[in-house]
């Protein structure tokens, strides 16, 4: 336990790389609960102290903006991708031996 980085240090580590990655376009899948995941392409506006603004496409040309918090990215809520390779951004949650 004592080796543990505490969840504070990686939320900064989280914020500090949202900000660097601001103006870039992010694929975010979010899981709303009740087995509800949504996944949406948008592009990264803002990061703030305690959570981020992604301005996602909707229909017929339409934009909205969505915000998360990084602790959600932390416990793996809401995972987040780059749009163009698919990649991963952050990998904090522990496999489960699968």
């Known amino acids: 336990m004592e080796n543990e980085i505490p969840s504070v240090n ?3 580590e989280i914020r500090e790389a949202l900000s660097s990655l601001e103006g870039k376009r992010l694929k975010v899948k979010a899981n709303m609960g009740r087995s509800r995941i949504v996944e949406r392409t948008g592009t990264l506006m803002h990061a ?3 959570l ?3 301005e ?3 229909r017929r040309g339409r934009t909205a903006r969505q915000s998360y918090q990084y602790v959600d990215v932390l416990t793996g809520t809401v995972e987040l991708f780059d749009a163009e390779t698919g990649e991963r951004l952050f990998d904090f949650v522990e496999s489960s031996g699968e």
């Open 52 to 54: 981020f603004i992604v």
């Open 48 to 50: 703030h102290p305690s």
């Open 10 to 12: 990686r939320i900064d």
């Open 56 to 58: 996602v496409e909707e």
